[in-house]
């Protein structure tokens, strides 16, 4: 069995975004109970914080200044969906150097793959700006750090949160050792991802569902044109933005999508970049659905 593990720690709790926010601090606790409910033992890891030398390689100081700012001295942010207070700011921290610690676990072969299940989100963070719940863009922080450490020459990155990783596509979009491939809906937030941004050297593509697509829609997107990209790319790390919200009972999207159906997507990319993957909670705001999808994804990492 493939040696998996949870990067988290309680601190992913102190982020307060308040009792009607959708990106709740329940939100990791509904997948480790759901994963003691199916019995699946699963080791945890806790993460270390990102180093300010982390956040620079891919956000600008004046950002993580204002950020920090923000959550420690109350000043107010200009986007008032992307909530921050005292604790935000080590939780911030703490999820953006996760996805180090895991990638740093499997280089040293402690671990096959790991589930990220810490927040704040990370993938609509940009350079400059806090957006869509996302501080600091977590999963291109890891990438950054990665190819910083010469462990990784290509990165495949594969997105299928119901949201466009807008930050992520930015981060990368003339970096063509970092293949970016999201699947979102659209017309959504951010409202971006468009078919015609290819990139660098075409490693920048756009998958936009309509609302209320079929579920076989995403799935034959992903066997039939992301996997064959993925593997002729070839990357040495595949990094997953595993968002659950395309999932019909969730909030803030309208995809049809059942819990079962995560652990497909998985398992269809399990072999890319020969297993080494790190995934990254994103989105996901109904509880229970994303309990059991988020389980769905770990029985596929785990087997």
Not at 53 to 62: A, G, K, M, T
Request: include cysteine; charge should be negative.
């Amino acid at each position: 069995m493939t040696k998996t593990a949870l990067v988290y720690c309680e601190e992913a709790t102190n982020h307060d975004t308040g009792g009607h926010h959708p990106e709740s601090s329940l939100r990791p606790p509904a997948i480790r109970q759901a994963l003691r409910d199916r019995r699946m033992d699963v080791p945890e890891l806790r993460p270390e914080a990102a180093t300010v030398e982390d956040l620079l390689r891919n956000h600008s100081r004046d950002h993580i200044d204002l950020i920090k700012a923000a959550c420690l001295d109350g000043e107010e942010y200009p986007d008032p969906d992307t909530v921050m207070g005292p604790g935000s700011w080590d939780a911030a921290l703490l999820s953006a150097g996760a996805g180090i610690t895991a990638a740093r676990a499997l280089l040293d072969g402690q671990i096959d793959n790991a589930f990220v299940i810490m927040r704040p989100p990370g993938h609509h963070a940009e350079h400059d700006a806090a957006l869509g719940f996302c501080l600091f863009n977590n999963i291109a922080v890891t990438a950054r750090w990665l190819q910083a450490n010469g462990a990784a020459k290509k990165i495949g990155i594969l997105d299928f949160d119901v949201h466009h990783g807008n930050g992520t596509q930015h981060a990368f979009y003339d970096d063509d050792t970092v293949l970016f491939i999201s699947l979102h809906e659209y017309p959504l937030f951010p409202g971006t991802g468009y078919p015609y941004e290819l990139g660098k050297n075409n490693t920048n593509l756009n998958f936009q569902m309509p609302p209320g697509c079929p579920p076989e829609q995403w799935l034959n997107t992903i066997r039939d044109i992301a996997v064959p990209q993925l593997e002729t790319f070839a990357p040495d790390f595949l990094l997953l933005s595993a968002g659950f919200d395309a999932h019909h009972l969730d909030p803030l999207g309208n995809q049809r999508l059942e819990s079962e159906h995560f652990g497909e997507i998985t398992r269809m990319v399990k072999h890319i970049a020969d297993g080494r993957i790190i995934s990254f909670l994103e989105g996901g705001y109904h509880l229970d659905a994303l309990g059991e999808s988020a389980a769905e994804h770990v029985q596929a990492l785990m087997e």
